[in-house]
């Protein structure tokens, strides 16, 4: 914190008023408006800087309001006379307020234009603002200032920040700002060893602004040079080995570029070439007919090239000849080897630590789609594990679940009210959806476990359908409160969304509200009595009938709730269900069969090996799947039982 | 089993009554064939299309119908099953004799019906942006090709936001493989270093973008200015988009722009934290125009529904059915050959202002227009350029640059300027 | 030998019979003769009925009669599909090529064709470079051999895995469909080299065929189709019957006391498993040049899901049960989605039946399996009282 602070102390007699107030007699902001109309209704990006400059320099008072207007899409054009307006739209008409005099009056919207300035010009206007705002009263547009400094750092704007750093009165957008000031002076300092002290203390910053300062410094072209002894002159980054640092078409390509080499001839211009050299159905004393392989092709290519027709053929030695006697490198832009030097060490160092948050980053990722995994399968491990029952609806119940809360999000609006409605009715939903399911179907084929599950499919397709026509084939949105918006951001690199951060906690909740119920309650006892021995629970006095009916109902409540979840961070239609169906059953069979801790296994491996996988390969997410489909088909021949094996009625098949 | 379903169409025979006594000498109804899947996956964006096709040729039989005929629109149902979409077209073809085919949306289901319209003869207009590559005799492509979409918006991202660094995420199918193609070469032509492209493709529906998203973000390491480019189809946006949100992803840092995300996409949102990210299209519904004005009313009038929105492949059915009434009353009957050299030339306005013109490479000329997303699920257009007439074959891949399409003078889909010779007459499939 | 076969099983007779008649009818009757009476596209989906109706003959072998519920199978026929598209592709391809490059001023060079094929073929998604895996798509043969061997091998290979570690009942069942999974997941991926979720398409033009109509081919697949299906069923009654079949049949009723008995269950599984792999393959292979076109989406786990509905609707254990399942199903289905059924105005509510026919569909499912577990089929056992 110290050096920061040193560097104010050093700029601050640079830091010059910003600009000095002209005095022209009757200037109106209108007049300097019209004089650059076509800057102001067609701004683009590389150009609006000079109807700035004028706008900036006139150092009239409203050119602020104007330019936060303008940016704001708050400037109307009345198309007759091109003259400016802000105004507001209210239904057709317009309210007009004067830019020079603020005076008010309504008009029909008809003939008037609304300016609507793209990014680009507005990052520019934030720019032009900076100056306007960096001490501003309002605490919002200073932050808007430091924000823009950010997006768009300039040599210019080092004084100025720096001369707003002492009189801010707020601590956080205080320290913002000496932060900025230090990235800044890495860039834009004049004196060299100012530069290498700011560079030195932003290598403890993982921010990927820091990054990006130490990378603009480090910024490197590639060259190529004849080959001395001395090596190349300059600020030299690398020096590049054609073959393993770039292959030898591209540094051929780069002589050629540079003007050490004659283009190669490539298949199409010698194709070409013999095309229009044809005479009297032959090419330079080969017959047509048998131009049909290469060699032949060069043979004829370079007769032509005897007669000077044609450019000489570059043979492959002559190539490789060309490339040996250059010497291709990198070339820092940056003149001064110790700035480099020092940048070079600093973002060494920032890697170390990026390498290791990644890490961190990627196990939190993987955290929480596991969490996503087991809240989806833990409904399904409790059906299928304790009564041996597939229920290919599960996903359906997680739909329903999804769309419950859907439909209540549309009678209560209060986002928090609303979810904490939607839980406890989803889970009462599917577990009535549950309870009907397996009086009506599956209690009629305990004995056939494999027509349970074609039935339960029927009952899927036919539920999927239902939603199809009831809510309609367009995805609803289910919206998560505000509260859960946004992210926990330890650092640039490690940050997760809070939704994420919610479901895991469910996830988590639910883990222990299930082991509590199996193991703390007499329900769970009498589950655990009826998975280990239905006919000896029976006569135990234990009413089996109505075991499986709670269980069934407790699996898919739970998927009801888990359909809530998932609705919130991804999306809710008809058929959300059948992508998470294949993905829940391999969780609890690779987790290993009735039992709550095989299935946190199955969902954790998964979630891990998925996130894994797409971190070697983080350009194709779909091969990532893919490989681990196969990993589970090789782990289930390996653990048939799963990770955690039991015993029991469903171990026995 | 011997009775065969012959009538496996649905006609829609209740626009009767207010037209017939005006077409009383003509003894068959005109037919418009209209093949868009009302189930399956791609219902969510096609039943609005089979929606849009029967509101246009309901207000046609309003307007007295076509060559004194009536006009019937045979729907039918290919249930986002691909092969099932050539066999529909057969039908509809040869059993319900249909003069012309508005339908498809996914390339894949264009590419399954290209043999059987080209065996057949018939007439497909196709409402969706694509990928190009293309040029089939008997298909007119109402949508945008990737000059008429995917390049402007790259320009845009280069000359207004000076994006350095691209990440351009996608679907892993044909549309965006292919557009992602052409614009890495196009990038590459503009100056921007190969390792500056970030490439990354995920699968149908996908949900879980944490990871993606913040690859993304760690992009801007360098300093570079970064710009995604999103070729995601359906239901993902809704993850990804909720994603960018939560992470805190401003269209100032990094900003987004969709080819696939319209207001149909966006009524499953919330798009609040969404603000000022970009879609390019050649329609956005708050085009202010009175053409667009009277378009929306009818819409939401024939739906019923205050709250449905229009969008682009819409227009593209708009523009298409029109030009193909016009071209029908110009040649003086609905057939297939006479129709194909009427349709050359002809205009029809645009719903966002200017004219729509019908190329002889079976393409059409449209503004391609940048909007940002704003709070209440609009675009808010914020770039209109001239019109672009679409072009088949792409300047910006080696293999297609030398191609191009003229079936009115040439009369080939795919001619090879540098051999002056047609490669094939049918298209490729 | 042929009439005690015959007489131990009239139902194979009566199968062939009404097989042979129907393939007849439909060939006289279809525009290909003259008469046109069942147009083109009625002929193509009949010809695709049939080879469904093979798989599912499969489906019941593997299912109803050895007892193990396969979610996979579709994959075998999605590979026979495969196998024979890429055939189909590259030789229409070629030929388009050579026509278009042998009129130009010089002959192409070797590299110039290939080239020129391998940008026609996947220029479309984004790439020009020929995969490794289409090494020998220039050979009618050796892809014909591929449509039996590469279903047999996988078949083979993931079955002598599964059954060697004794994987059965619903987890075996969850296997297969993650085996199935796997490969539709892996085949949408563009750099599969198979053209990812575009897939093979343009399979109905058959190439040095290129003068004959659709309605000719239309009518030779169909035959074809009919010639594989009595074959199969032939073939499958043949397997059956005998020591086989009971040996079979006790591995679905009790494998362990089969095991117990002194029988290599794991064998007899493999074999059953990898036949019935090997007829879904040729199935595929005759199923998708009539289709048109094979994507990925065709072997995701949800068809195979409905290859078991089928069987189960007809009648599992009885083979022309599953003919009947898949042919009436498939059909139905057809039509109620095609429009052919006129809506149910209920008089609040007007049932659309392209909304509500899955609904009907999954209701009917649960009620078959629930209350007509022989299924279709079992109606049969009402008309013709059996001895036993």
Redesign the interface.
Known sequence: MLRPILFLVLFFGLAAPAYAPVHAQELTLQTILQENSDEITKP???TVSTALDALVASGLPQVTQFLEQWQD?GVWLREDDGLYFYASADGGDLTLTDIDTGAESTVPKDGFKQL????????VIATALVQFQLSDPDLARRETAVQSIA?RPEASQLGPLLASVDGEPDAALKARKIQLANFLSASFAEDPADRIAAIESLSTDTS?EA???L??ILNAKPDVAPRTDAGPEGNIARELKPGSDLSSEDAYAQLVEAGFAQAAIT?AAL??A??SN?VEGK?GGVP??Q????DN?VKAYTALAEDGIVPPFVTAEEREAAIEAHVFFEEYSEKDPAITTAALDALNSIETRVAAAQTV??TL?AL??AS?YFLAAIGLAIT?GVM?V?N?AHGEFIMMGAYTGYVIQLFVPDYTLSILIALPVAFAVTFGAGVAMERL?IR??YH????T???T??????????A??IFG?????L?SPAWL???WVVS??I??????IAIFVMALMFLALILFVLKRTRLGLEVRAVTQNPGMAASMGINPDRINMMTFGLGSGIAGIAGVA?GL?????S?MG??YI?QS??TV?VGGVGNVWGTLAGASMIGFLQ?GI?WFN??????A??YM??F??LF???R?KGIVALKGRAAA? | MAQTPKLVTLTTAALLASTSFAMAECADPIKVGVLHSLSGSMAISETTLKDAMLMLVESQNAAGGLLGCEIEAVVVDPASDWPLFAEKARELLTVSEVDVIFGNWTSVSRKSVLPVIEELNGLLFYPVQYEGEESSKNVFYTGAAPNQQAIPAVDYYLDELGVEKFALLGTDYVYPRTTNNILESYLIDKGIAPEDIFVNYTPFGHSDWATIVGDVVALGEDGKQVGVISTINGDANIGFYKELAAADVSADDIPVVAFSVGEEELSGLDTTNLVGHLAAWNYFMSADTPENAEFIAKWKAFIGDDARVTNDPMEAHYIGFNMWVNAVEAAGTTDVDAVRSAMYGQTFPNLTGGMAEMLPNHHLTKPVLIGEITADGQFDIISQTEPVPGDAWTDFLPESAVLVSDWKDLGCGMYNTETESCVQLTSNY | MRKTFISQHPSVLWFLAILGLFTVFVAVMSEASGIGLISTSMVKTLGKTLCLALIAIAMDVVWGYCGILSLGHFAFFGIGGYAIGMWLMYARTESIITANLSSQVIPPTPQEVTDAIGNQIFGVVGSSEFPMLWAFSHSLTLHLLMVVLIPGLLALIFGWLAFRSRVTGVYLSILTQAMTLALSLYLFQNDSGLRGNNGLSGLQNIPGYEDASQASISVAFFAVSALALGLGYVLFTLVLSGKMGSVVKGIRDNEARVRFLGYKVENYKLFIFTLTAIIAGIAGALYYPQAGIINPAEIAPIASIYLAVWVAIGGRGRLYGAVIGAAFVSLLSSWFTGGGVPPLNLGFYTILWTDWWLVLLGVAFVCVTLFFPKGIGGLFDYLVRKPS
């Open positions: 683009k990006r590389r899409k609507k300035p793209n990014g680009g010009v507005r990052r997006r990927i990054r990006a300062v990378n603009q298949p194709r070409e013999i095309v044809v090419v047509t007919a131009l049909n392989s290469q092709r980053d990627l990722d929480s789609l996503i299928f041996g597939i290919m179907v009629h084929l056939r476990p494999l027509e599950l074609l039935a499919f029927g009952i899927s397709i036919a539920l999927q359908q239902l199809k026509n084939t367009q995805a609803r949105p919206t918006d946004g992210a640039d690199v940050q997760i969304s809070y939704i994420r998932i961070y991804a999306k809710v239609t058929e059948t992508d294949v059953f391999m069979v996130k797409e983080p350009s194709n997410t779909l091969a799947q893919t489909v196969l589970i088909i289930i021949q390996f048939p098949d």
